[in-house]
């Protein structure tokens, strides 16, 4: 039963505690689990233990609740009380088989009937975009658990009601893209405004992405940059970013002065605690690399620390997928890209689809993530990752190299595909 408008998160909220499955014990669990912060402070190991223990518990649940998962599971031969992360590699789903109604066939029955939200992937890739199912039980789940793993990398907690936010993007695209979601729902819980930067104009041509309809509304962006609140949580893609600093290094003097008067700025002041967050990647856009990018931006933007005195702002950097429950977050210079603690993030080899377990090899990231009940959530979403030891929660951090290209990917969904692909066209 799902709706095309996002929730607030006050009516997403309403729902949890009247959804049938909350009353399941192994949801109960999870729904403790994402509110737990004390996750961050545990040791690798003990996380470790933990996921395996939450995997072993989701598999019976999803053999429990589905055939297509019995199923799946008697003839990949995975006893699901004895399952390791060895076995997520014959589960994981290439996301190609998740574009269009493919997300359908991986649904549980009991979910069909509950309040959802469907997201999709932006269109940039592929005319058919990646469709992942949520439910309103799901949706406060992962305002839960991504809200305290940003605060966990943003190294803050955020105030409620200190602050305002400003996103490049319109607020339609909340709807449908799960990385503006997140962030929406996030803010509302912490009850910091979003000044959406953008207005999506349809009439400006005919097909395509989302993203190539989007033009900028300067009395908001002004809006933000004359606000005197703080900090400042600044949201965008890369590119937006770059493009933005790079119109305002070449602006004329005199036209930089005009600005100043106007504004106050440039220098952006993002005031104390100011941060510039970006996600969705750069498909398609002719950029830097985003170190160039960060340097770029610091003769434009500011922060303010504790004492109040001017210093380059902080980067993070989001790694979300349409696919993704939770993401994959980093701040710039401080620490790579960590999982949430209960997320299971893992690599393979590229040619013999084995578990990767030395750190430093290139390979096709792949996630599980037990907090997502609708489906069976482990997915490879086509990208190549590397991981080095880390002293924090994980145990690793990992760096984002590239996309798979597109014979590579082909490549991948006939290695990894072939099992759960043949069962999705039987249960159809």
């Not at 979601?181 to 999506?200: E, H, N, R, T, W």
């Not at 400006?204 to 309809?213: A, C, I, L, M």
């Not at 696919?323 to 701040?331: K, S, Y």
Request: net charge neutral.
């Amino acid at each position: 039963m799902s709706r095309n408008d996002l929730p607030d998160l006050s009516e997403i909220y309403s729902y949890v505690a009247k959804s049938k499955l909350f009353n399941e014990p192994h949801v109960k669990r999870l729904w403790e689990l994402s509110g737990d912060v004390s996750l961050f402070e545990k040791s690798p190991e003990y996380l470790a233990k933990l996921r395996q223990d939450l995997l072993r518990d989701s598999l019976v649940f999803f053999t429990r609740k589905s055939r297509f998962y019995a199923d799946l599971l008697e003839r990949l031969e995975i006893d699901p009380r004895a399952a390791g992360v060895d076995d997520l590699v014959k589960l994981a789903v290439p996301s190609e088989l998740l574009r269009g109604d493919g997300y359908r066939k991986l649904l549980i029955d009991d979910v069909l009937d509950e309040p959802a939200h469907i997201f999709s992937s932006s269109g940039t890739t592929s005319s058919t975009p990646v469709r992942v199912y949520r439910t309103y039980l799901e949706l406060a789940i992962m305002v839960r658990a991504n809200t305290l793993l940003f605060e966990y990398v943003y190294g803050r907690r955020l105030e409620e009601g200190k602050g305002t936010a400003l996103f490049l993007a319109a607020r339609e695209l909340r709807n449908q893209l799960n990385f503006v979601a997140f962030v929406d729902l996030s803010l509302q819980g912490k009850k910091i405004p979003v000044i959406y930067g953008m207005d999506l104009v349809t009439e400006v041509r005919e097909g395509g992405s989302q993203w190539t309809k989007l033009v900028p509304n300067k009395r908001r962006i002004l809006e933000f940059l004359r606000s005197k609140e703080e900090p400042k949580l600044f949201f965008t893609a890369p590119a937006g970013v770059y493009f933005l600093s790079k119109q305002m290094l070449e602006m004329s003097f005199i036209k930089k002065l005009m600005y100043k008067l106007m504004t106050g700025t440039p220098p952006i002041d993002l005031g104390r605690g100011g941060v510039i967050v970006t996600g969705g990647g750069s498909k398609g856009m002719d950029i830097p690399p985003y170190g160039e990018i960060v340097k770029l931006s610091s003769n434009i933007f500011r922060s303010r620390d504790e004492r109040g005195e001017l210093v380059d702002p902080p980067f993070m950097d989001v790694l979300g997928m349409t696919e993704t429950l939770t993401a994959l977050i980093d701040r710039y210079g401080v620490m790579n890209k960590v999982p949430h603690p209960l997320q299971e993030v893992f690599l393979v080899d590229p040619k013999t689809y084995k578990l990767i377990a030395t750190p430093g090899r290139d390979g096709i990231l792949g996630i599980y993530d037990p907090l997502a009940i609708s489906w069976l959530e482990v997915f490879l979403p086509g990208d190549i990752v590397r991981f080095h030891e880390s002293s924090r929660y994980y145990g690793r951090e990992f760096v984002y190299v590239r996309r798979l290209t597109k014979e590579e990917g082909w490549d991948l969904q006939r290695a990894c595909g072939g099992t759960i692909e043949e069962m999705m066209r039987r249960s159809s």
